[in-house]
């Protein structure tokens, strides 16, 4: 009996061991140390040498920082590179007109010499990380202030990034893991030439656009290639007709044999955020003040956005990536609410608090050490609260979400005052050039009415949402009659005038000056810019230096708290590895979604009445025809897929790999009911969604006609 109860209670303790493996982001480099037997104890056949080595080729050579926020991997010794049709979106946009419209009909490059090159972009590679935690902290102590702080370990840390790079043309930067309780030197290599190779249409790439969208089950052909070029001698180039495609050390062998329930995943990426350590004041926070507030006001910019983009097809090319962008963020708030909400998340940190608390009394050293902490948070979190969300406010009505013109004229400030200050002629044109490159591109994607609605809609929100203390000053003057005023500005203002803003620019003088300050978009500018920099910057600057401290402190405290598990470092856009297991879930009541989509479900979501959901011919054709060669199985054509894998936005064009390190799919998204996970992960709930690979292999081979790019593949069949 005693024996029975025993192996019960073991079998209990595991069950609970494992409903929790999947959480987590962990550091490539520490795998060995911490993560590897769980690993294959959840099937994974090989070492962690193969995933991370500074000795020998590894899975982390073929994985990549794309552009500035997503994850992309090598798939051919060619240089070319996968990641999402999101990720390549910007991209994609660029090269498209009305005549190319990439963005809607697909981009397949024939041959290597139609590849699209795209200044700007950007592939970054990891070299190497070392624990540089005793050199950093080895030079700070307990007396310092926190700016002080800041300032040493600034310091040391260029001292260390500049040692490790000196003379060799890399990058390096250290970053604080665990809120600034550990150090990491990352030594990267940044190609500079990559080309875009091919994309589907956007009614297959973005199919299901923002309705799908944070969605499962999900039917998106998320994916776009790239390839990076180097010099002659593999190494960074800049563009130039003649760079060679790069030879990467190691590149993802792709797996033709699909997934199935219960397979083990793994995710190498580069993970952006995540905030699993904050006190529940944080969750309350978000959930109460910030997310209601800034939800409200993209619901009627979104609306506006729509509006403008259902009647004009011009309009929806100008404002697709921005739309996408706006609303990512809109929808993915809502989900969180709703999950934490689920989860009870508010109610479960504060349990965790309470025991937290009764540990720090324990002990009368803890207790001085760390016994002050949540009621100092307490303290902090509603100005910090009030502050955010006006910061956030001035972002989403003015600033780079906001109203396009005033965002626009912002940008000519240092111009003016360089201008007031007599910098010299060069100076001076440099920056009327650069501000000539910005008003193109601005130009090119603006549309008059829709962002003079935004501007309405925008003032309108602010002045029933902020206290008048952050009211910026041309608001106060208008105060009453904010219809007027709004009509003032769009009326006369330059910046929402292509032809008078480079008229400006092309004959700028002193006198150009005046000009610029009567401008009542300028003005605008300017007054909000004073607000931001008297009213709100330094009280969030102080109250940030503050939290910071507290987040350090009470960090290193749970660490303590914990002792015994090993808890993981919040994602910081570092690479990190995360495992888990194909498997459905149980959304609601009664409802099990099963593991896999496929192309039956393409065709049951068309509708050629609704954008998102007007599947191309030609897909229809293929379907009909049942030719899915290799790729199919069973009659079908899997499309995507779900698993346990922890992984939050950045993590987009990682990686998916089998248990046999060969690449199954593209991570692209997670489901609606566990969005959450940033904040706290809900294992039976958070799924990451994937793009099954035999789907990118059957659009780029049977829908595109470009099969000639699986030549430089390796499939395992
Ligand atoms: N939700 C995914 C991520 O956060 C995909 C976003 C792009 N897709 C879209 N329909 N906006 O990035
Ligand atoms: N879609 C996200 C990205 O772009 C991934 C996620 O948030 O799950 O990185």
Redesign the pocket.
């Known amino acids: 009996m005693k024996k029975l109860f025993s192996s019960i209670l073991f079998s209990l303790l595991i069950a609970v061991h494992l409903l929790h493996a999947d959480e987590g982001m962990w550091i490539p480099m520490l795998l060995d140390q911490f993560n590897i037997d769980i690993m294959h104890r959840e099937g994974f056949r090989l070492t962690a040498e193969d995933i991370y080595s500074i000795n020998r080729a590894s899975m982390k050579d073929a994985v990549v920082i794309f552009g500035g926020g997503c994850t992309a991997e090598l798939i051919s010794p060619d240089g070319l590179l996968i990641t999402n049709h999101?990720c390549g979106y910007r991209s994609i946009q660029r090269h498209s007109t009305l005549e190319h419209d990439y963005l809607t009909n697909g981009f397949w490059a024939m041959s290597r010499e139609e590849e699209l090159p795209n200044p700007g972009l950007t592939v970054t590679f990891l070299k190497r990380m070392e624990d540089v935690t005793e050199r950093i902290l080895g030079k700070v102590n307990d007396t310092m202030s926190e700016e002080e702080r800041d300032r040493v370990v600034r310091e040391e840390s260029r001292k260390i990034e500049q040692e490790a790079t000196h003379g060799t043309g890399l990058k390096a930067v250290v970053k604080p893991f665990y809120m600034g309780n550990q150090y990491f030197l990352l030594v990267q290599k940044v190609y500079r030439d990559v080309r875009l190779v091919g994309a589907p249409p956007s009614a297959i790439g973005?199919f299901g656009?923002?309705t799908d969208?944070?969605m499962w089950p999900r039917h998106t052909g998320?994916f776009s290639l790239f390839r990076i070029y180097a010099g002659k001698d593999n190494e960074p180039a800049g563009y130039a007709a003649d760079n060679q495609p790069y030879h990467p050390d190691y590149f993802f062998p792709i797996s033709l044999k699909g997934v199935h329930p219960g397979d083990f995943t793994m995710i190498i990426g580069y993970p952006g955020s995540t905030y699993e350590y904050v006190p529940s004041y944080h969750l309350k926070m978000l959930v109460e003040d910030i997310y209601p507030k800034l939800i409200d006001i993209r619901t009627k910019k979104l609306d506006i956005i729509n509006a403008g983009m259902n009647s004009d097809p011009k309009i929806r090319i100008q404002y697709a990536a921005k739309n996408?962008g706006l609303?990512?963020s809109w929808k993915?708030w809502k989900g969180e609410i709703r999950g934490l909400n689920k989860l009870n998340a508010i109610q479960k940190k504060q349990d965790y608090e309470y025991r937290f608390l009764q540990w720090t009394h324990e002990d009368p050293q803890r207790k001085s050490k760390y016994g002050a902490l949540l009621a100092e948070y307490r303290k902090l979190y509603p100005e910090y609260s009030r502050y955010l969300l006006a910061s956030d406010y001035i972002n989403e009505v003015f600033f780079r979400y906001g109203a396009e013109a005033v965002n626009l004229a912002h940008y000519f400030t240092p111009l003016v005052e360089m201008t007031e200050q007599r910098a010299d002629k060069d100076q001076i044109n440099r920056e009327v050039e650069a501000l000539k490159s910005r008003c193109k591109s601005f130009f090119r994607d603006y549309n008059k009415p829709v962002d003079e609605k935004l501007f309405g809609a925008g003032v309108r929100m602010y002045v029933v949402n902020m206290p008048r203390e952050f009211y910026p000053l041309a608001l106060l003057s208008w105060q009453g009659k904010t219809g007027k005023y709004m009509e003032h500005v769009y009326g006369k203002t330059m910046f929402a005038d292509s032809a008078k803003v480079f008229d400006l620019l092309d004959g700028f003088s002193a006198a150009s000056v005046k000009k610029l300050q009567k401008d009542p978009a300028y003005a605008l500018a300017v007054d909000v810019k004073r607000l931001y920099d008297d009213k709100i910057e330094p009280e969030l600057r102080r109250l940030r230096v503050e939290k910071k401290r507290l987040d350090r402190l009470y960090m290193a405290a749970q660490l303590a708290f914990n002792k015994g598990k090993h808890l993981y470092p919040d994602a910081n856009f570092t690479m990190r590895v995360t495992y888990g297991k194909i498997r459905g879930y149980e959304p609601r009541d009664a409802v099990d979604y099963r593991f896999q989509t496929t192309l039956n479900g393409v065709m049951e979501k068309d509708n050629p009445a609704i954008y998102d959901y007007h599947v191309p011919e030609k897909l229809k054709e293929l379907y009909r025809n049942k030719d899915y060669g290799p790729y199919g199985e069973k009659g079908r054509l899997p499309v995507c897929f779900i698993a346990t894998n922890h992984t939050t936005?950045g993590n987009?064009g990682s990686p998916v790999i089998d248990a046999n390190g060969y690449l199954v799919g593209v991570n692209?998204?997670?489901a609606w009911e566990g969005v959450m996970s940033d904040l706290m992960f809900n294992p039976s709930q958070c799924r990451n969604i994937s793009l099954d690979i035999r789907y990118a292999l059957f659009l780029i081979d049977k829908y595109a006609g470009a099969g000639y790019l699986l030549r430089e593949m390796k499939l395992i069949r």
């Open positions: 999101h973005k656009g923002d969208n944070w998320d996408a609303s990512n993915c936005g987009s692209f998204d997670r």
